[in-house]
Nanobody, 119 residues
């Protein structure tokens, strides 16, 4: 399972760091990522990172957000700087986790953490 932390209320221009930790019978974790869903909008990819460290970002967050991972802790992070009111959304983490017993990859989602940026 995945558990996300770090959301909250912040003023425009501020920063937050989100964390998402995976637990369970894990052999390895392939790609990990963050998505967000604002009220009335579809869920969108914010950033993702492969097991080799290759990253992808949405154009709207490039230069402001940084995704990273700590495989020893089975955790993915999202550092968000220069936050804007348009960044207000529920942020969900996602991970492709390979089960230690079956060696089958499953796609997991965290419960979401709310980020609110005030103007």
């Amino acid at each position: 399972q995945l558990q996300a932390f770090g959301g909250g209320l912040v003023q425009a221009g501020g920063s937050l760091r989100l964390s998402c930790a995976a637990s369970g019978n894990i052999l390895r974790i392939n790609a990990m990522g963050w998505y967000r869903q604002a009220p009335g909008k579809q869920r969108e990819l914010v950033a993702d990172i492969t097991s080799s460290g290759y990253t992808t970002y949405a154009d709207s967050v490039k230069g402001r957000f940084t995704i990273s991972r700590d495989d020893a802790k089975n955790t993915v992070y999202l550092r968000m700087n220069s936050l804007k009111p348009d960044d207000t959304a529920v942020y969900h983490c996602n991970a492709e986790i390979v089960d230690n017993d079956s060696e089958i990859e499953y796609d997991y989602w965290g419960q979401g953490t709310k980020v609110t940026v005030s103007s």
